[in-house]
């Protein structure tokens, strides 16, 4: 989606903070320029880059239009929906689930992302034997067994949350009936987590509602274009294969 639109997205490929805006952006069809940010040489860390976002992270926007510079995936979801309008339910129209899809959204970066930091942080310190030991002996591999689990508990609270969608008749989002910013918060994780093998069909009887909520929500247009199209097929070096392979021997013997 490049266009002479006001909007100017800096963002990367990977990362599923950068994702947010763009979904949110396609389901509000708005268009904007991309500038994919390029860390192979450093782009974040240049002065020009660190005017637009000082910490040197993805993503940012600028919109030439009201003259905004804003970093932080949900400020720039946040200053969107100021824009073009909330997704899924307002303030006015239904207070209740407005409320609940920010506090989920908090609710994921503040506990969901530090667990997931955990364990890829633990998973990434690995040798490549570590990662496919299947004795459990190995201290490394052990804590990071224990942050695969923490891991999992936080996943399972929003498994929790889906499974109790069903049960009262409505559709799998994370808030009432409606796609929401809560939903766009937590879906370029998952995604993430798809593309860095983490293998969740091996994970049906703990996150069946997470998998199903998965399928469901990557037929979304705005799912699907948001989240850019050339991570199809693409190989990453996060392989996380090895090391779920082998935890799930480990734990079925
Ligand atoms: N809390 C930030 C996190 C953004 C973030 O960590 N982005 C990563 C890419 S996934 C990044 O740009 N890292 C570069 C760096 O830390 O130098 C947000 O939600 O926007």
């Known amino acids: 989606m490049s266009n002479d639109s006001n909007l100017t997205l800096y963002w990367l490929k990977y990362s599923p903070y950068a994702c947010r ?6 389901e509000k069809q708005q268009k904007f320029n991309s500038h994919v940010v390029d860390f192979s ?23 030439s239009e009201t003259g905004v510079t804003i970093y932080e995936s949900y400020a720039i979801l946040s200053y969107l929906e100021e824009k ?6 307002s303030f006015s129209e239904n207070p209740k689930a407005r409320a609940q899809a920010l506090i989920r959204s908090s609710e994921i970066d503040n506990y969901f992302i530090p ?9 990434y310190v690995l040798t490549d034997e570590e990662r496919s030991d299947e ?24 498994d929790d949350v889906l499974k109790q969608q069903k049960e009262r008749g409505q559709p799998l989002y994370l808030v009432g009936d409606e796609f929401s910013v ?3 918060m937590f879906l370029p994780l998952l995604l993430f987590f798809e593309h860095v093998k983490l293998d969740f069909s091996a994970e ?12 469901g929500n990557k037929k979304r247009p705005s799912v699907r274009d948001g989240y ?15 090391y779920m392979q082998a935890y799930h021997k480990r734990k079925c013997q």
């Open 228 to 242: 850019p199209a050339f991570w199809n097929g693409d190989e990453t070096k996060f392989d996380t294969s090895k």
């Open 204 to 215: 049906s009887n703990r996150l069946g509602n997470v998998i199903e909520y998965l399928e």
């Open 135 to 158: 004795s459990g002996e190995n201290e490394k591999v052990k804590q990071t067994d224990v942050a695969y689990e923490q891991l999992i508990s936080e996943f399972q609270k929003y």
């Open 84 to 89: 073009y309008g909330t997704v899924g339910p």
């Open 21 to 26: 805006p763009s979904i949110l952006l396609c």
């Open 41 to 63: 040489v450093q782009e974040n860390r240049s002065a020009e880059f660190l005017k637009i976002s000082p910490k040197g992270k993805v993503p940012a926007l600028i919109d």
């Open 115 to 123: 667990a997931s930091h955990k364990y890829f942080g633990a998973w």
């Open 182 to 184: 809560a939903d766009i």
